[in-house]
């Protein structure tokens, strides 16, 4: 798959709307029936297929982000119904009417885009966009969509449905948000009045609700997580940094300990690291990059100079004689995070230095 959208068409009037998609829509493969072959389908890029487009869903449906079909809602119930999973994995599914009248939301709204998806084809076609997702229709946080701009991560997704719930039929909501950023309400509307907002989650323990939001890198302790997450769901916001440092040659084994130790010991999740930060000399160190490679954590890297512009009150003639930096980790967890002061300033442990730092709302 070389791009995330695939326009599938079965009849003439819809191969002319899918050669308009495929100008329109950026990242679009088209498919149609060889016998409305134009001639210039191999210039375009169009596949033109033989016999029925049955046999080439399934693989299609696998393939690709998102599937356009150019035809009615019930026949593309029927071509994906025996292929679906669940809605974490299967792709956006749209259908556009032979006319073009109107452009329909079937499946994965949110986690797969098809909501998304459906309002840009609309705007492609000038068409009508057809929505019914409850959260969408009115205006409302959509619960599993809720800080994925933002990279947050929910921990517990199996509360995702009954929080919903609550939401769509304005129950009383805690939103309890201890770090991240605080801009995800998506309307221009004020919040409404069913949900309430907590900086912390001592504030809120004490109040009744429905269903709760809880947006924190802390790890809940047992009454937090009875009190709020029977019927909640917890977001790992991406604001943790960790600065390391470590011996040449050290092995990613012993770097992830100490990384995962740290967070432990401090409460923190795992979930919640944003990225690594460390010197430029150590960006090809091949222990550090199978940690990062193993936990999808990104690599930022930093000169001598500019960690030696961020002050320490235990400046390492060591560290220096080495790489020409007074420290590394923290600094380095510093400058990556916009921090004015650390979590953890320092941790040695074996090979391996570990300094942690929050990210702060304009980093």
């Known amino acids: 798959m070389s791009k995330p959208y695939a326009v599938v068409a079965i009849t003439k009037h819809g191969v002319e709307i899918a050669r308009r998609l495929q100008a329109g829509l950026a990242g679009t493969d088209v498919y149609y029936p060889a016998q409305f072959a134009r001639g210039d389908e191999t210039a375009l890029g169009i596949y033109a297929y033989d016999g029925s487009v049955t046999q080439y869903i399934p693989e299609l449906f696998v393939r690709y982000d998102g599937l356009i079909g150019i035809f009615s809602l019930g026949a593309m119930v029927r071509l994906v119904a025996p292929l679906l999973k669940d ?7 749209v259908v556009i009417d032979d006319r073009a009248q109107h452009v329909i939301s079937v499946l ?5 885009g098809a909501n998304q998806l459906t309002q840009q084809v609309a705007r492609c076609l000038g068409a009508e966009p057809v929505i019914t997702t409850a959260s969408d229709v009115s205006e409302t946080l959509a619960v599993d969509l809720l ?10 997704f199996e509360k995702v449905t009954a929080v919903s ?6 129950q009383q909501v805690q939103i309890v948000q201890e770090a991240g950023e605080r801009n995800w309400w ?9 949900f309430c907002v907590y900086s912390s989650t001592q504030a809120a323990m004490h109040d009744p609700f429905d269903a709760a939001l809880v947006i924190t890198p802390r790890l809940l302790t047992l009454p937090e997580q009875e009190h709020l997450l029977t019927n909640g769901v917890l977001y790992r916001p991406k604001v943790i940094v960790l600065g390391v440092g470590c011996n040449r040659g050290t092995k990613a084994e012993e770097i992830e300990s100490v990384l995962v130790q740290t967070l432990r010991d401090l409460r923190l999740s795992e979930r919640s690291v944003r990225n690594l930060a460390t010197i430029d000399v150590k960006q090809d160190e091949p222990g550090l990059l199978e940690v990062c490679e193993r936990r999808a954590w ?4 930093y000169t001598a100079a500019e960690l030696n512009q961020v002050s320490l009150a235990q400046p390492s003639e060591t560290v220096y004689r080495y790489v020409g930096a007074w420290g590394v980790c923290e600094p380095a967890a510093r400058l990556s995070s916009g921090a ?24």
């Open 87 to 93: 809605k974490k994995t299967d792709p956006a599914v």
């Open 108 to 112: 994965s709204g949110h986690l797969g």
């Open 147 to 156: 800080g994925r701009e933002f990279s947050w991560e929910i921990e517990n």
């Open 165 to 170: 719930a609550a939401v769509v039929n304005e």
């Open 186 to 194: 998506p309307y221009s509307k004020p919040l409404p009045p069913w």
């Open 298 to 301: 990104p690599l930022v890297t």
């Open 340 to 363: 004015k002061d650390w979590v953890l300033e320092k941790v040695k442990s074996g090979n391996v230095t570990v300094s942690v730092c929050m990210v702060t709302a304009d980093a």
